[in-house]
């Protein structure tokens, strides 16, 4: 009778120790932050570019307006100098969605002659010098060698205008003075553009004279 007494008695004290254990087990612990309080926590460089792609509303709409989808395409000049060049890029490079310098060169004029046609002969040349001089003109010659020989030259001008006035000056006096290009290589310097298609660079570039502007292929700038 008393080991069935024992053994009762044991199984109920393994009983109350378990349900001891059950109740008074201890509490799960909080995760450990990944770190320190006030350091922001670590973003992988994907996350960072999507953040930065995607943006708010706010900032897309105060986004600048895209280019055209068939913009327009043109070369502007030509421009008398590379300063001439810079400062018109400088004013429409704001403006315009590609600007690229260019530099060509070209057959131009590079002055004017002012000129009397060969004269049969040296001496029919030289009593055309004596009578300009008794009607007080100078700055004069014969050419006395090359194809132009016996042509009397009345002065070379980088100016259309003062070429034109000093032809018309001679020709008062009777003389049959004449006036042609001097054509020689020369340095041309463009801008070629894309804009959009109603763009009036007219309005931007009003400091250049003898500029024009000309359509040209848009893959070239491409």
Partial sequence: MFPRAL??????M???ALAWWGLHAN????????TDTGVPSLMLLSE????????TSEEMAAA??????T?????????????????????LAPLVGRIQQRTDTATAATGYRVFV???????????????????DMTDYYVVTSGDQVNTISLGLFQDLANATKRRDDVRKLGFDARLEPKVGQVQQYWLDVTVAPDFDWHAHLTGFAGIDAKDMPCPSLR
């Fill in 7 to 12: 053994v009762l008695l044991l199984v109920v």
């Fill in 14 to 16: 393994n009983l109350g």
């Fill in 27 to 34: 509490a799960k612990p909080a995760p450990v932050p990944t």
């Fill in 48 to 55: 960072s570019e999507a953040s930065r792609q995607k943006g």
């Fill in 64 to 69: 600048p307006v895209s280019m055209d989808a």
């Fill in 71 to 91: 913009p327009r395409c043109q070369t502007l000049g030509p421009f008398a100098s590379p300063d001439d060049a810079r400062r018109a890029s400088d004013t």
């Fill in 117 to 135: 046609a060969a004269l049969a002969s040296r001496d029919a040349a030289l009593e055309a010098v004596r009578q300009m001089a008794a009607k």
